[in-house]
Each structure stands twice: as structure tokens, then as C-alpha cells.
């Protein structure tokens, strides 16, 4: 079975960082449209960013560009979201997911809140 752990959540004051990481096993992450969602009380699941299955370059929303960064480490099957200059409004548990064409995998999540 694929399985998504994600890690790395926490506790931060706004303008604090937290680094996600999202470790996979039972696949290669390498060949799957990696991605991080989050989703806060109340609100719908929303993309934060995606890396395109062999490739390095990722995509971001436009609400965390320039204070995100995704990368993929492929010797660690790990994908990771390095978060930057946090605010309030990024509290939410957060996904790390596993998608090619209509197979979707997800993780459990990991909560982050940022609170004054």
C-alpha cells in the first residue's frame, strides 16, 4: 500500500518558519505529481504547492508564493515544504498527497498553527 506520512507541524508566532516533510513508502515519488494541501476549520481542502511527477520545478498558490518553497529529495522519497514568514491565516492541518491521472493518495496530515 501506498502510505504518506507527513511530519514537521507545529506551534509558531506569525513571521516564524516550519519545515514539512512528507515521507512515502510502498512507491517511488518520483513518478507521482507531488503535492501539499491544507485546510482549515470551515474552509475546503486548497492547493499550496505541487511538483509535476520528474520533474524539480514546483508550482505555488498564489497566497503563499515567496514564502513557500516545495522541494523533492528522491534519495529520501520525501517531499518537503520549507514555510517561511508565516501568518495567522496559515493555520491548518496539512497534506502532503501522491496523484497521477485519477489516483490520488493522501497522508494524515500535520498541523500547523501560527498564533499571536
Known amino acids: 500500500q501506498v502510505q504518506l506520512i507527513e511530519s514537521g507541524g507545529g506551534l509558531v508566532h506569525p513571521g516564524g518558519s516550519l519545515n514539512l516533510s512528507c515521507v512515502a513508502s510502498?512507491?517511488?515519488?518520483?513518478?507521482?505529481?507531488m503535492g501539499w494541501f491544507r485546510q482549515a476549520p470551515g474552509k475546503q481542502r486548497e492547493l499550496v504547492a505541487r511538483?509535476?511527477?520528474?520533474?524539480?520545478?514546483?508550482n505555488y498558490s498564489d497566497s503563499v508564493r515567496g514564502r513557500f518553497t516545495m522541494t523533492r529529495d528522491v534519495a529520501k522519497n520525501t517531499v518537503y515544504l520549507q514555510m517561511n514568514n508565516l501568518e495567522i491565516e496559515d493555520t491548518a492541518i496539512y497534506y502532503c498527497?501522491?496523484?497521477?491521472?485519477?489516483?490520488?493518495?493522501w497522508g494524515q496530515g500535520t498541523q500547523v498553527t501560527v498564533y499571536s
Open positions: 510502498g512507491t517511488l515519488i518520483y513518478i507521482w505529481d
Open positions: 498527497s501522491a496523484n497521477y491521472l485519477s489516483t490520488d493518495h
Open positions: 511538483i509535476v511527477r520528474k520533474t524539480d520545478d514546483a
